[in-house]
């Protein structure tokens, strides 16, 4: 009995060896034919275009935004042209608080806190007041800062509801170039231009924005067309920096009240 047990424990113990050691060639094949690689390297950069730090709407001066003493809200250039933005109410609508509307289909109109923008609204250039006006485009628009509230501590009294500064793009000291155009439904066709020149030993920038946009109506007799530049130029030097903006637009627009109403019907 005792033989017997014997011999089945050292067949027992041939068995695992052969099955641990055709394990182990099994393992050493697989890694042998392992394929190998070489790896390129991937350089990614990406910016933050779309995230405003900065704000002047509430001080004239460039503030980061959680150092305002004041609730606003900043859509960036990056922002509303990722969302194909046209007019100044397509901005608006990333700001919270700001109910977006527009007056027979074709002037911008919004609501801040419960005042409208035509009687108690502000809407600014650059920090210069506009005059009653109410027709934006975003073609050469930087970013858009908005004031949520009365701001007569810096407007006068009127803007009771709430200011919307205009922040246009100015020049930069560097070689720039950038078309873009579109075309969609009803004849949709829109068109931009931006580009830049700049002498850096003279201190010279100039840069030029434009616009050209015609556009049919889903209803007859409802084109629309809209011409826009905006030249700007810049000198600077140790000192000092002088920039000039001149905007041309001329816009053909034929308002939409919607379908008249006769004898109740």
Request: aromatic share 10%; with cysteine; charged share 20%.
């Amino acid at each position: 009995m005792t033989a017997l047990f014997r011999f089945s424990f050292v067949c027992l113990l041939v068995l695992v060896g052969q099955v641990a050691f055709a394990q182990e060639e099994t393992e050493n094949e697989q890694e042998e034919e392992l394929p190998v690689y070489v790896a390129e390297e991937i350089v990614v950069t990406e910016s933050r275009d779309k995230v405003p730090t900065v704000s002047t709407i509430a001080t004239k001066v460039p503030v980061p935004l959680r150092l305002t003493p004041a609730s606003i809200g900043v859509v960036n250039n990056g922002l509303f042209r990722h969302q194909s933005g046209v007019v100044l109410g397509d901005a608006l609508r990333n700001v919270s608080g700001v109910n977006v509307q527009t007056v027979f289909g074709v002037t911008d109109f919004f609501i801040i806190r419960g005042f409208d923008s035509l009687s108690s609204g502000l809407v600014l250039t650059d920090g210069a007041s506009e005059p009653e006006a109410t027709f934006y485009n975003l073609y050469n628009l930087e970013r858009v800062e908005v004031l949520k509230g009365p701001g007569a501590f810096l407007y006068g009294g009127n803007p009771l509801s709430g200011s919307v500064n205009l922040s246009r793009k100015q020049p930069i000291f560097t070689n720039s170039f950038q078309v873009t155009g579109s075309y969609g439904p009803y004849n949709t066709g829109r068109g931009t231009i931006d580009t830049g020149w700049a002498d850096l030993e003279s201190g010279v920038a100039v840069r030029l924005n434009g616009l050209r946009q015609v556009s049919d109506s889903y209803r007859d007799d409802k084109s629309s067309g809209i011409w826009a530049m905006n030249p700007s130029a810049t000198w600077r030097s140790e000192k000092t920096t002088v920039t000039a903006n001149f905007e041309y637009v001329t816009s053909k627009y034929k308002s939409d009240s919607g379908l008249p109403v006769v004898n109740g019907a």
